[in-house]
């Protein structure tokens, strides 16, 4: 069954990124674009509307949900040619301010200069957070002997602040009651790049363990101690070579890589499992941090929730409340209509992420067809 699971996992993925490497590569935004005229065409959950080229960049997190996207939307809408570039939050959210993009992928929501800064090319409007992508990061490991392991946030945290540097150390073995640890060190991996991924982490390190994580969360690391690696398909890398590894990506790299992961003790009533499922669980937790249209929101690191995976990730869409531009707004607004869409959302569970909760999925479509 894994293996299939795997096996269909690479299939869908690998499509999606054949035929979204076929669009054209072009800048769109441009005033005089003709998006504007077409009809509008429903089929299923995709409508489609406007015409010409949609470009988007940013977090690289969510690049295989875009694809997959890209792939659906694109069979149906054959007069939008849409590309993702998984540039990296940061560079997304510049090239959107800059004007060169439609909308923006993100880890995190806007900070409050981008916010400003986003008034002066969204005309009578403001830069919002349409969240879209949601999904577990788990906590993988390579410790030989050893199949099923649980942590809880203060453990993790002396883990990645190399306070707790041997697998039998007694504050895991009182977690693993029954389960033979080796006298083994250590080998604690994060990410060397700025990522959203870190940051969500280290979220939850700080909202879980404060005492046990002394630094701010943020995406570039701040622990001490530990080796790093690039990207998340580094650090799984890793994790899946070195005996005695331990690091943080998200859960399509353990699937796809056969990496086992750790189960969260949360003080709930039983440990939670990194799956889609139970990050979901999680993401429902959230509390709306936005104001109007921006759908921000407050993820819950530190719940107790029966079931709810607390290290999730919420990739954002960036978007201009007002003041989008003509050529392609007809466009946007189709496909991030889509990707909020029941169908959309249900498609990302082969991929490994969390379908947004059908309550928080219903505001960010109402926020999308007022974009204007």
């Not at 090239?95 to 806007?110: I, V």
């Not at 990410?191 to 940051?199: L, P, Q």
Request: overall charge positive; hydrophobic content about 35%; aromatic content about 6%.
């Amino acid at each position: 069954m894994k293996l299939q699971r795997n096996n269909r996992l690479r299939a869908i993925a690998a499509g999606a990124l054949a035929l979204s490497g076929a669009f054209v590569l072009t800048a769109c935004g441009s005033d005089n674009n003709s998006g504007g005229g077409s009809s509008a065409k429903a089929t299923g959950d995709i409508t489609c509307e406007g015409k010409g080229q949609l470009l988007a960049s940013g977090s690289s997190a969510q690049k295989n949900a875009m694809d997959l996207w890209t792939k659906n939307y694109g069979g149906a809408c054959k007069d939008v040619k849409l590309n993702y570039k998984a540039t990296g939050s940061g560079a997304g959210i510049q090239e959107w301010l800059q004007g060169k993009t439609a909308f923006a992928g993100s880890d995190s929501a806007l900070k409050p200069e981008e916010v400003a800064s986003s008034k002066k090319m969204c005309k009578g409007g403001q830069g919002i957070n349409l969240p879209m992508v949601g999904g577990p990061i788990a906590v993988g490991f390579n410790v030989p002997g050893v199949d099923k392991l649980t942590l809880n946030a203060d453990v993790l945290a002396k883990i990645f602040n190399s306070d707790i540097t041997k697998w039998d150390d007694p504050a895991i073995k009182a977690l693993n009651k029954g389960v033979k640890l080796p006298s083994l060190k250590i080998q604690a991996f994060h990410r060397s790049d700025e990522s959203g991924t870190t940051d969500n982490f280290t979220k939850y390190l700080k909202a879980a363990a404060p005492k046990a994580w002394p630094h701010e969360p943020g995406k570039a690391w701040e622990g001490k101690g530990g080796q790093s690696a690039d990207g998340s398909s580094g650090v799984s890398s890793q994790v899946k070579q070195v005996s005695g590894a331990i690091s943080y990506f998200e859960l399509s790299y353990a699937t796809a890589n056969s990496i086992k992961t750790v189960d969260l003790d949360t003080g709930a009533s039983a440990p939670v499992q990194a799956t889609v499922e139970n990050a979901s669980k999680a993401i429902a937790e959230a509390k709306p941090a936005g104001t109007g249209k921006d759908q921000a929101l407050d993820l819950a690191y530190d719940t107790k929730a029966a079931g709810a995976y607390p290290i999730t990730l919420v990739t954002y869409e960036i978007a201009c409340d007002k003041g989008n531009k003509a050529g392609t707004l007809k466009a946007t607004k189709s496909f991030l209509n889509y990707a909020a869409s029941e169908g959309g959302q249900s498609a990302l569970k082969e991929l490994g992420y969390a379908p947004l909760p059908d309550s928080i999925a219903k505001k960010v479509r109402e926020s999308i067809s007022s974009l204007s």
